[in-house]
């Protein structure tokens, strides 16, 4: 199996590129509020770690700024910089390199992001450390990072608890906290940065095209787990069922998990 980073589970590949599609269609609309409240403007320096398939990086650059995307994974890069070409977004570029090592000049960044990328690190504060070098005095960082444990059924699915909490347990061995989003402000504070402004919002679905979602995201953590060997081929699949029947059932609620969300300012002179 192919490990990203810090032993990030999910991969490339079809299924995988879908699901970041998924992700975009879920929560671009909140993240465009939330870097327009942060103050993302034409002309400003846009850096986004973890940038997937770009779909934020391009729509920065869409706004007028100089964006850049950072990914460990070169085949969604490729991917990134082949849509921009073809929508004609000359100042969107895709860079790969390691958060912790990112290479851009220091004191350059006017506005940093990440999403779900901080809880698949070992050192998200170590992280938050690189994105302040990059940063210009009065920059800004911005971080939408999940907590996975709010994600839950109602009436309750055995399957969608036992699943969630065995990914859970899974990034605790690897040493990555999928709950960290509660505490990302925590770590921001802890890499010296101010905090600006703090939320979460909670997805919650009845019916919908994206109401599985979580089933499909758990059972990509539970396949790698699978492939790690520390879960069965055969009890996946009888949890991975057990969600498809709550997801087929028209008055199941399913909860995704909360979406937390930072803005964080590097002060304008380190005390
Ligand atoms: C769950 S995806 C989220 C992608 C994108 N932020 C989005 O919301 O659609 C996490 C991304 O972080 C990247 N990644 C993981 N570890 C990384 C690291 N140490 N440095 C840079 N990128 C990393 C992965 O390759 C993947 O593209």
């Known amino acids: ?26 929560h671009d609309g909140r993240t465009r509020e939330l870097l ?15 940038c997937g398939l ?6 920065a650059a869409s706004l007028g700024a100089d964006a850049t995307g950072i990914d460990l ?6 991917i990134a910089s082949q849509l921009a070409k073809e929508t004609g977004l000359e100042n969107a570029r895709f860079i790969s390199a390691n958060i912790y090592e990112p290479g851009l ?47 839950y059924t109602e009436p309750s ?21 999928y709950s960290g989003g509660r505490r990302t402000h925590l770590w921001a504070r802890e890499a010296g940065f101010d905090l600006v402004h703090v939320d979460a919002y909670h997805p919650h679905y009845v019916a919908g095209k994206h109401k599985g979602f ?19 081929a055969g009890h996946l699949e ?7 029947e709550a997801d087929a059932s028209p008055t199941t609620l399913v909860a995704h998990c909360r979406m937390h969300q930072l803005i964080a300012r590097k002060p304008e002179s380190k005390a």
């Not at 993302?40 to 320096?45: D, E, K, Q, W």
């Not at 994974?73 to 490729?78: K, S």
């Open 1 to 26: 199996m192919e490990t990203i980073g810090d032993k990030y589970l999910l991969g490339t590949g079809r299924s995988d590129h879908d699901r970041l599609r998924v992700i975009s269609e879920i």
């Open 36 to 50: 327009l409240r942060a103050g993302l403007a034409s002309r400003h320096r846009f850096v986004e770690f973890g």
């Open 54 to 59: 770009g779909y934020v990086t391009r729509w």
């Open 73 to 78: 994974n070169v085949d969604n890069l490729a």
């Open 105 to 151: 000049e220091p004191e350059s960044v006017d506005v940093a992001y990440s999403r779900w990328l901080m809880v698949h690190l070992n050192k998200p504060v170590e992280a938050m450390r690189a994105i302040y070098a990059a940063l210009k005095p009065g920059g800004v960082m911005v971080c939408e990072e999940a907590d996975v444990s709010a994600v």
């Open 157 to 177: 699915s055995a399957a969608y608890t036992e699943l969630r909490d065995i990914c859970m347990e899974g990034a605790r061995s690897r040493g990555v906290d």
């Open 214 to 232: 979580w089933n499909w995201t758990l059972q990509a953590v539970g396949l790698g787990m699978v492939r790690e060997g520390s879960l069965s």
């Open 238 to 244: 009888e949890l991975v069922a057990g969600m498809a």
